[in-house]
């Protein structure tokens, strides 16, 4: 029986640039910095959910061939790889403090059906959205 | 470290970027070129060998896209919707809405039912994917 889900890639160009984002501007900590020689194990994960990580990974040789490398930065960067959704309390809060730090909104916080949400991209393109769930505005 | 060509690809990503979030202002390839940091000819090309389309094709498909919702959701009438995912005219919008959808937007809104996603998945996947 699985018991949860506890690591996905996300692909970035850059760990350093990639930690000033996910830790510097998101909050998140660092949950493992490993040097294994062949590459760098890097993983992050929200401060009140240490078990549920994202490993931050470059993509190139050997893992994948130059040619593929080169694929995936590319839709990396033209924001086709996909969307990370992440849960918070206050949504128009989150947005405010990362708007100050210079992230990039894609969507303001906006009601949905579901909540509150917006949307954001991280340096390299990756899509982040912020969910509030039964959020309101009354 | 990214590449000249990630780098363009990024600044064409806030472009269109840009014309999902400010559909319903008067954008032109001047002010979207401006976003990418291109002039407008080069915007305009490289922007079709990105994601295939024209900034044009890309912002009316974006604003259909917003009707449909508005459609769905709302009890906004037909005029009400064109003026505000971005078109002058009720004539404008209601054929380019039949072009791109194959039915009035009336009969649309009439045949439709809401969907409770997170509403870029609904943005990205309900936008009408080819027309003309």
Sequence with gaps: MFTGISIHTVFVLDQEEAIDFYVGKLGFEI??????????WLTVAPPNQ???SILLEVPGPPSQSDETAAVIRDLLTKGALGSTILNTDDCRGDYKRLKDLGVEFTEEPTEQPYGIDCALRDPFGNHIRITQPGGTDA | MKTPGEDQNRRLLRARDAMDRDFAEPLDVPSLARVALMSPAHFSRQFRAAFGET???YLQRRRIERACAMLRDTQATVTEVALAVGFDSLGTFSRTFNTIIGR???RYRA????FNAPSCFVRSWTRPSSFG
């Design chain 1, 50 to 52: 240490p078990d549920r």
């Design chain 2, 55 to 57: 900034p044009h094709r």
């Design chain 2, 111 to 114: 045949d439709a039912v809401p």
């Design chain 1, 31 to 40: 949950s493992s910095d490993v040097d294994l020689g062949f590459m760098r």
């Design chain 2, 104 to 106: 009035s937007p009336t």
